[in-house]
């Protein structure tokens, strides 16, 4: 295992130099190749505890949270932050973490997982706690169906050690269902607003009873398919909450204030992150540390100074204006992120961009599902890019979006340089890009010194 | 999508288009087909109204000019098609009277006799095509493109095909097109989709209109000429942005000649 490690610190440190995204996943790769078992060394034979975060949308900032409020309470965090979530990225954070006589600190590993690497990882690191955030429709082209990607993670929750801990999202009554004859300790999380923040959509993708597949019945609708359910066939409901949001306050663009119920008290928080979609993220961190026996007395302040992880509505200065920067992969990540941006006017200079890529995708027919309708008597300008920018402007078009409005840069440096032309001094240019061409728009961003490295966040 | 009503010039006539339980079979966008048939139209001064039509509903098919009828999941599939009986009779009526058809994967093979699962129960299609389906151990996935012929005139559609279905046409089904690259209807005999009278189906997501306005043209073409009772002859429009995304459509699909997925997809597992 030593050489493994040495090997893998090597990788990082050379990947690091060449500046290949801060040597994310490179590490796992070597120390793998050398010790396939590397991973389970250091976690599992080293008594670390893994909290594993899985789901379609909020995985990231889910674990930011979660470790955030480790770390406030003196807990030591390894977390893989830059989103490497597959079973690399794993290996990478605990070789960076472990010494390089293969010792690891007394550390809680935070770990996002991908839905797909989940199936091997989790017998790699045994998971400790399980939080599952959502099931969205992702990548049809690589996950298959949504019910494929919640069959995995139920077989991942119905296979946890007796004395885990399952966190799940009641509001999404799949999610909810998961494992439901497990034995073991289940918390649960969700909104309990008492009123409406969304409706259902033809683009909401589960409204059907898990157990009986009859439609659901919502008293309250929160966000797509998330809220407060019945089932009037067969009387699946949401359950209680362990964890409620009961008040959610959005300020712009500029943060989320909530109040979340806790088994013993609750807690007032302030995030300076948008969007209902915190306010979830930031339950399912409570819950989180409730699971692992974390008391959050600091927790009112944790997440005050947390700066949003990259391009997740991430604010940038530019010097003459304002870059917005937001990631979004599938319809929901997409609309929710539009929905935020509505509240503060946004967006009115754009920069669109979607790529194919291994990790994006072939398959676009989901920018249909996308709310562009909504958004363009708010458009001003749009410069469309990525290597599917043909995709994008034949949706904005079919949208309403005037031709004179729209302009098709396929390179994305060229499309910055246009948009932020484009975009008046003091106003503020909204960017909405599949991952690929954010993490290259950032970069292009990071050269000319507005951002440190993606990784950095 | 919100999907707005259009309203049509002085003298113009209104499309009546019904859209086949949009909240069941709505995973790959097709819904994208609604808006192209609205958008080509109203460009033309053309009005259209939407209606959409859920479970326990049997509506007179052919009252519209135009249904849909798109692609889900194997889940949302089966309520659709334990539904769909109380519908099929008027779905047949409507295609024996010129209504336009048109479906899309899920929607092809409920559109034909009958699909049996790989496992479970066989499920009853709506009787309209000739034509049937199995369960296939594998997936395609990927851009594909056919040539279709419509009232004499041939031209290449592209899309993305996403389905493990296995369809075999009978002596009253038409192919829709003729594969170019992609699976087609069996990964086999090199049809695509199925097609009879103003029936057309086919395994094409994209959502596969837009990127064709050809074909939009085509069916909104019979569509008028069947709402009016008059030739209808569709002023040009300028496709440039539609072009561009069909010949990249077009170019990936060609690439991938000889493949069955475009993407290795993630191991899930069962």
């Keep these: ?54 789901g379609s949308n909020g995985k990231t900032t889910t674990a930011r949270f979660l470790a955030a409020f480790l770390r406030a309470e003196g807990v030591q965090v390894a977390q893989n932050s830059a989103g490497a979530n597959l079973l690399q990225g794993l290996t990478s954070l605990a070789v960076g973490t472990a010494s390089l006589r293969g010792r690891m600190p007394d550390a809680i590993m935070v770990a996002e997982i991908d839905e797909a690497a989940l199936r091997l990882a989790a017998p790699e690191v045994v998971p400790r706690v399980l939080v599952v955030t959502n099931v969205f429709r992702d990548q049809l082209d690589r996950f298959g169906e949504i019910y494929a990607v919640a069959g995995v993670i139920d077989k991942v929750a119905q296979g946890l050690d007796a004395q885990a801990v399952l966190v799940v999202n009641a509001d999404d ?68 909450l362990d964890v409620a949001v009961t008040k959610v306050e959005i300020d712009g663009l500029r943060g989320t204030r909530c109040t979340v119920r806790i088994p013993d008290g609750q807690l007032e928080l302030s995030i300076p992150q948008a969007g209902v979609h915190i306010a979830y993220d930031a339950a399912a961190a409570v819950a989180g540390a409730l699971a692992l026996g974390v008391a959050l007395d600091h927790g009112e302040s944790a997440l005050q100074g947390l700066r949003p992880a990259f391009g997740r509505l991430e604010v940038i200065d530019a010097g003459e ?35 194919n890529t291994r990790v994006d995708g072939e398959d676009f027919g989901w920018l249909w599902d996308v709310d562009f309708e909504g958004v363009v008597p708010r458009l001003v300008d749009v410069t469309v890019s990525g290597l599917r920018g043909d995709e994008l402007a034949t949706r904005l078009k079919y ?59 | 999508m919100t999907i707005a009503e259009f309203a049509a010039d002085e003298d113009a006539p209104t499309l009546r288009i019904a859209h086949l339980y949009p909240a069941l079979l709505n995973v790959a966008g097709d819904g994208g087909n609604v808006r192209a048939i609205q958008f080509r139209a109203h460009r033309r001064g053309i009005g259209s109204t939407v209606v959409d039509i ?21 889940v949302e599939m089966s309520v659709v098609a334990a539904d769909l009986q109380r519908k099929s009779g008027a779905l047949r009526d409507a295609a024996d009277a010129g209504v336009v058809i048109f479906g899309v994967c899920a929607g092809l093979q409920l559109l034909g006799r009958r699909y049996i699962p790989s496992s479970g129960p066989a499920m009853e299609g709506a009787g309209v095509l000739d034509l049937e389906t199995r369960g296939g151990s594998q997936r395609f996935m990927q851009h594909a493109a056919c040539d279709v012929t419509v009232a004499g005139d041939s031209a290449t ?50 959502p596969v209109l837009p990127k064709n306005p050809w074909l939009t043209d085509h069916l909104l073409v019979l569509a008028v000429e069947r709402a009016t009772g008059a030739a209808f002859v569709p002023r040009p429009l300028d496709d440039s942005i539609e072009d561009r995304n069909h010949q990249v459509a077009l170019d990936k699909a060609i690439a991938n000649r000889g493949q069955r997925t475009a993407l290795q997809p993630a191991q899930m597992g069962r």
């Design chain 1, 1 to 54: 295992m030593i050489a493994a490690l040495a090997a893998g610190k090597a990788a990082a440190g050379a990947s690091r130099l060449l500046r290949r995204g801060g040597g994310s996943s490179l590490p796992g790769v070597v120390a793998r190749r050398i010790d396939p078992d590397v991973l389970t060394s250091l976690t599992v034979g080293q008594g670390i505890p893994v909290v594993a975060v899985t």
């Design chain 1, 173 to 240: 009554p799949m999610v909810c269902d998961l494992a439901p004859q497990r034995p073991g300790r289940r918390i649960t999380y969700g909104l309990e607003l008492g009123h409406d923040l969304d409706r259902l959509s033809s683009a909401a993708d589960s409204i059907r009873c898990p157990r009986c597949r009859s439609e659901l019945e919502y008293a309250h609708v929160y966000l797509s398919h998330l809220g407060e359910y019945h089932c009037p066939s067969c009387g699946f409901s949401r359950p209680p």
């Design chain 1, 321 to 355: 204006c304002e870059i917005v920067l937001s990631f979004a992969k599938n319809p929901t990540s997409f609309n929710t992120t539009l929905r935020t941006l509505a509240e503060a006017g946004e967006p009115r200079h754009l920069l669109v961009a979607v790529s």
């Design chain 1, 399 to 457: 949208a309403g979006l005037d031709e004179s409005r729209m302009t098709v840069v396929d390179e994305l440096d060229a499309a910055l340089n246009r948009a932020l032309d484009e975009t008046p001094n003091g106003e503020r240019l909204v960017v909405l890009a599949g991952y690929t061409p954010t993490i290259q728009l950032r970069e292009l961003m990071q050269r000319r010194g507005w951002v440190g490295r993606y990784w950095q966040t």
């Design chain 2, 54 to 74: 859920g479970l326990d509903e049997s509506p007179d098919f052919a009252a519209f000019d135009l249904v849909f009828f798109h692609g889900g999941q194997d």
């Design chain 2, 157 to 206: 559609v592209v899309g993305f095909e996403n389905h493990s279905g296995l369809t075999d046409l009978g002596p009253d089904a038409a192919p829709f097109g003729t594969v170019i690259a992609g699976a087609g209807n069996n990964g086999v005999d090199g049809t695509e989709g199925a097609r009879r009278d103003n029936v057309f189906a086919t395994y094409l997501h994209g």
